[in-house]
């Protein structure tokens, strides 16, 4: 299994990031997807997640009406679309994977929100 992460980058306050994992090594379309995020000496905290068809989301209070994730199975990608973005969004965001009872992280791409 592999997640590779991409899409991060210095944005303004009020800006615009879309981040993509692609997915390799799984049948991606049978499994939800979760993104995670870690801020500078804080606890790892979920942000969002799909599940395998894209049915169904769910999403953290303090991205709710400002994320959005989805994912296209042909591709084994999923994205994570954040908008209105603020300095506490800045951080490292992960892709994560629970495949056959083991979790799969991404290596992680890099958020930082600053004027």
């Known amino acids: 299994v592999q997640l590779v992460e991409s899409g991060g980058g210095l944005v303004q306050p009020g800006g615009s990031l879309r981040l993509s994992c692609a997915a390799s090594g799984f049948t991606f379309s049978r499994y939800p997807m979760s993104w995670y995020r870690q801020a500078p000496g804080k606890e790892r905290e979920k942000v969002a997640a799909?599940?395998?068809?894209?049915?169904?989301?769910n999403y953290a209070d303090s991205v709710k009406g400002r994320f959005t994730i989805s994912r296209d199975n042909a591709k084994n990608t999923v994205y994570l679309q954040m908008n209105s973005l603020k300095p506490e969004d800045t951080g490292l965001y992960y892709c994560y994977a629970y495949v056959t009872r083991y979790d799969y992280w991404g290596q992680g791409t890099q958020v930082t929100v600053s004027s």
């Open positions: 799909i599940t395998s068809a894209g049915g169904t989301t």
